[in-house]
């Protein structure tokens, strides 16, 4: 059975259940018993038409579900309503879903472990190691938001500020396992912003593109970080660079500034130095400005520290970074940098050890810990 197809079949049968009638948490189930059963049949008798079939299953499965539940009686009515023979339309509903996942009664985080589990494919299991928690307490979360979506209507989904957030928040996960979050999440941009014309949708597929044309540098053959100012650039996707460039130009030009936009702005001209001494950090500093003024982020702060120190020095970051909580997220990571380019490798060595026991993911710990142990040990000759 062809698992890349299931998966890409998946959302819009979801998509298609819930149009007909049914609450989205059952929905879910019904299109998962439907899997179950196509891993059983397939392989023996592949269908001709994989995605009716799907739907087909499913919808039983669903009604199934609702005539064995009493207090699902009222939904007995949908028994005459079930798919016709023949070929399901060719329709990709995985937008569409997107917006109903995104649902701004929703909770950022919990838009996005509704969607990576609903249309990803992620296990809950995955999710949890994803964000960092017991699994137990994912499942309570992604179930809160099934029963949250599960009275919105179909046609009144979530805004496209909403959707935008959690396309952006599924494409920094990345990818975990066989699941490519990031390459869908530019997939889905793309498809949006042909559809919607928005300079902020424009901005985001631009700080996609971006972002993506550096994948296949930040890491090692062994899985290690490879920082930004490491990376070899020769292997960096020109053409992705280029198509963000020109759709971030023609988005600033608008004169709408949104935060995706500034990001991106950051994003290009990092693509845009030949090498990382080459980098126009004073600019960089002038578009976290702007990020700053749209946002207000702690998180934006920290990172425009860091182009800070760059630009003017690293003692002038360091005044930056002291204006922060020293509780944001690789706060200390960035104060050992800082402190590193200052020349204090005591304190610096000392604080990338301290970063490395509070980092979010192993890969970032490992880093932290080699360079407290380059420093330490350079220290020691």
């Known amino acids: 059975m062809n698992e890349s197809l299931i998966r890409s079949l998946t959302p819009s049968v979801l998509a298609i259940l819930v149009r007909r009638g049914a609450d989205f948490a059952a929905a879910e189930d019904a299109v998962q018993d439907a899997l179950i059963e196509a891993v059983r049949v397939w392989p023996a008798d592949p269908p001709r038409d994989p995605k009716g079939w799907l739907v087909t299953v499913a919808w039983r499965r669903f009604l199934d579900a609702t005539r064995a539940d009493a207090a699902r009686r009222r939904r007995e009515d949908l028994v005459d309503e079930e798919p016709a023979p023949g ?23 919990s838009a996005v472990a509704l969607t990576l589990r609903a249309v990803g494919g992620l296990t809950t299991r995955q999710i949890a190691q994803a ?33 935008l957030r959690v396309l952006y928040l599924v494409f920094n996960e990345g990818y975990s396992g066989d699941v490519d979050l990031a390459a869908e999440a530019i997939r889905l941009t793309r498809q949006l912003a042909a559809t919607i014309d928005h300079p902020e949708v424009a901005g985001l597929l631009a700080l ?9 540098t930040r890491t090692a053959p062994d899985g290690s970080l490879v920082p930004l100012a490491e990376q070899d650039r020769s292997r960096w996707d020109t053409a992705s660079i280029a198509a963000g460039v020109e ?6 030009a608008r004169d709408r500034l949104g935060e995706f936009q500034a990001q991106a702005a950051i994003a290009a001209l990092h693509a845009d130095a030949p090498t990382a001494e080459e980098t126009d950090w004073v600019q960089i500093v002038e578009w976290y400005d702007e ?11 920290l990172n425009r520290a860091v182009a800070v120190g760059e630009a003017d020095g690293p003692r002038a970051g360091l005044a930056a970074l002291a204006a922060l909580n020293d509780s944001l997220p690789r706060h200390t990571a960035v104060a050992a940098y800082l402190h590193e380019r200052d ?17 979010p993911n192993l890969a970032e710990r490992d880093y932290l810990t080699r360079q407290a142990a380059r420093l330490n040990t350079g220290r020691g000759r």
């Open 247 to 252: 759709i971030l130009q023609a988005a600033l």
């Open 291 to 301: 990020l700053v003024r749209l946002t207000d982020s702690p998180v934006v702060r």
């Open 343 to 359: 020349g204090d490798l005591t304190t610096a060595a000392r604080l990338y050890a301290e970063a490395a026991r509070k980092a």
């Open 87 to 109: 070929p399901a339309p060719a329709v990709d509903d995985t937008l569409q879903l997107y917006f109903l996942c995104a649902h701004p009664s929703l909770t950022p985080s």
């Open 131 to 163: 964000y960092l928690v017991p699994e137990a307490t994912m499942a309570q979360r992604i179930s809160r938001a099934k029963r949250t979506v599960s009275g919105v209507q179909f046609d009144r989904p979530g805004d496209v500020a909403t959707v």
């Open 208 to 216: 996609m593109l971006l972002h993506h044309a550096r994948r296949t």
